[in-house]
DNA sequence: GCTTGACCTTGCCATTATGGGAAGCCCCAC
DNA sequence: GTGGGGCTTCCCATAATGGCAAGGTCAAGC
């Protein structure tokens, strides 16, 4: 099949497929004499593979470290445990600086009036706060209401 | 003073207040005959105002639109609000996404033996599992669209 | 005066994962 | 034989930041 059924079958798109394979997430793909990209039902298995893992929030190269696990059948678990708890460990990290940041900035809103007057915690915190730790408490608990909403504007990386 | 001691006293890299000149988040700076950038004081409270809200997970648009309130002695507190609470929102969205993530492979892993057998649920869930409900977790069903950040590997992006 | 070193300038590249679009070839149905 | 849709490659853009390079500037010390 060409790419747009592999793509189809995998739920990635065409576009991402040919990216994965310029930078060798996958072997490049055969060609008819046209030079139009051939795959195979493993193929696309092995795209859809790649597709969940980018749904769990694996970067690009740990997916390589699970793909390359997941071809071998004398794999230990224990590697492809510590990729996953890696893993796991970052978006701990994340969502902890997620949530100081969205409860100092709830906070800050709640203390705003939101009227037609100027005075306001927000700037006056902007203007001049400082930045304070936020008492602990588990993360998962203050999760609470959804909102499908897109982007969050990125926070200051110092992170890697 | 020069850019360095801007920079440092704001909390910025001078690299940053360079950037941020030439995307216009801030004026263009004065500059002395060999072209070197000039700073006030007061140009580094700016900075600084930039600095807590980047701290604070906000982007460069939404920086844009409080500094400009911030300079508004006439303006609504209610307009400071609803960019916070816009923010806000956009971090429950994110947290949410990162929280079913880390449960689901939170539980994956530990249902992994993490041993020198090649046995290992996570492999299985990826090479053909639907993403479902955690146990003990509200967040479920499909984890749509996340975006990139800081450590985290970032995921799928449809957004912007 | 001249050297040295710290600081400044602009500009380009890299990151991460993905989308968009252009220019141009290919294939099949009608 | 033609039109439209699929395919190819390549470049650009995103968000925010770091890094490096080549070169100008300034102040201090000799």
Redesign the pocket.
């Known amino acids: 099949?060409?790419?747009?059924?592999?793509?189809a079958g995998s739920g990635?798109?065409?576009?991402?497929?040919?990216?994965?394979e310029s930078?060798r997430l996958i072997p490049r793909?055969g060609?008819?004499?046209?030079?139009?990209?051939v795959y195979s039902a493993k193929d696309v298995n092995t795209l859809r593979f790649i597709r969940r893992a980018?749904e769990l929030g694996?970067?690009?190269?740990?997916?390589k470290r699970l793909v390359g696990l997941w071809q071998d059948r004398e794999r230990p678990s224990a590697e492809v445990k510590r990729v996953a708890t890696e893993h796991v460990a970052e978006l701990d990290a994340k969502i902890l600086e997620l949530v100081a940041m969205r409860d100092a900035l709830q906070e800050l809103a709640k203390a705003c009036h939101g009227d037609p007057r100027p005075d306001c915690p927000i700037l006056r915190d902007l203007e001049s706060g400082a930045r304070a730790a936020i008492p602990g408490g588990s993360v998962t608990e203050h999760v609470s209401h959804p909102r499908r909403s897109t982007?969050v504007?990125?926070?200051?990386?110092?992170t890697?």
């Open positions: 099949m060409n790419i747009g059924q592999a793509a990635l798109s065409a576009k991402m497929v040919r990216h994965y930078i793909a060609r008819t004499e046209a030079g139009y990209r980018r694996l970067s690009i190269e740990r997916i982007a504007g990125a926070a200051p990386r110092h890697a």
